[in-house]
T-cell receptor, first 114, second 111 residues
Framework: GAGVSQSPSNKVTEKGKDVELRCDPI?????LYWYRQRLGQGLEFLIY????????KSGLPSDRFSAERTGESVSTLTIQRTQQEDSAVYLC????????????FGPGTRLLVL | GEDVEQSLFLSVREGDSSVINCTYT??????LYWYKQEPGAGLQLLTY?????DMKQDQRLTVLLNKKDKHLSLRIADTQTGDSAIYFC???????????FGSGTRLQVQP
């Protein structure tokens, strides 16, 4: 079946604008993660959804960042009043929610804030 | 605290073995992973090892885990130019559910 998909693949925005990034997980995966990857760096955890449980938002860097997930399907990551330091690749991953948490990553959305 | 460290760069010749090293600090890690990232592409899971194992082999890949020293390595036998990529190690602990990644090792394979 299809893997994790993300849209848009690239987004250029002006400082101060809001952006919305979308993730479509693999069908049937109950776990969904958002990560941020700055240029030349590893991945930073942002937020985790598992089924109908309350999300783990411990990685969100500020209150400008929020994410929603509809049931066990699509998720959107919203960044309000974007800043230049928000420029990064935003990666979404989904997993079956089992003990061995194998996460399957999407191609990412490359965000550039001018 | 949690920290995963990797060397930044490794260069090998085609046909040689590559060994990419990783150290981690959290002894409660339950699984350790290796991911591969090619230019412009997402992360591809290569392999993982449970923390009570010492070694796992999968075709050209061998993962070694020294839990006492909190050291993880990935050995790629007969390295090919297609293996050129950034390799990330990551640890997972059930308390947090999210992966903690190293900053990645860029492997360059010279023909």
């Amino acid at each position: 079946g299809a893997g994790v998909s993300q849209s848009p693949s690239n987004k250029v925005t002006e400082k101060g604008k809001d952006v919305e990034l979308r993730c479509d997980p693999i069908s049937g995966h109950t776990a969904l993660y958002w990560y941020r990857q700055r240029l030349g760096q590893g991945l930073e955890f942002l937020i985790y959804f598992q089924g109908n449980s309350a999300p783990d938002k411990s990685g969100l860097p500020s209150d400008r960042f929020s994410a929603e997930r509809t049931g066990e399907s699509v998720s959107t990551l919203t960044i309000q009043r974007t800043q230049q330091e928000d420029s990064a690749v935003y990666l979404c991953a989904s997993g079956p929610g089992l003990a061995v948490e194998t996460q399957y990553f999407g191609p990412g959305t490359r965000l550039l804030v001018l | 605290g949690e920290d995963v460290e990797q060397s930044l760069f490794l260069s090998v010749r085609e046909g040689d073995s590559s060994v990419i090293n990783c150290t981690y600090t959290d002894s409660s890690s339950t699984y350790l992973y290796w991911y591969k990232q090619e230019p412009g592409a997402g992360l591809q899971l290569l392999t993982y090892i449970f923390s009570n194992m010492d070694m796992k082999q999968d075709q050209r890949l061998t993962v070694l885990l020294n839990k006492k020293d909190k050291h993880l390595s990935l050995r790629i036998a007969d390295t090919q130019t297609g293996d050129s990529a950034i390799y990330f190690c990551a640890e997972f602990h059930t308390g947090r559910r999210a992966l903690t990644f190293g900053s990645g090792t860029r492997l360059q394979v010279q023909p």
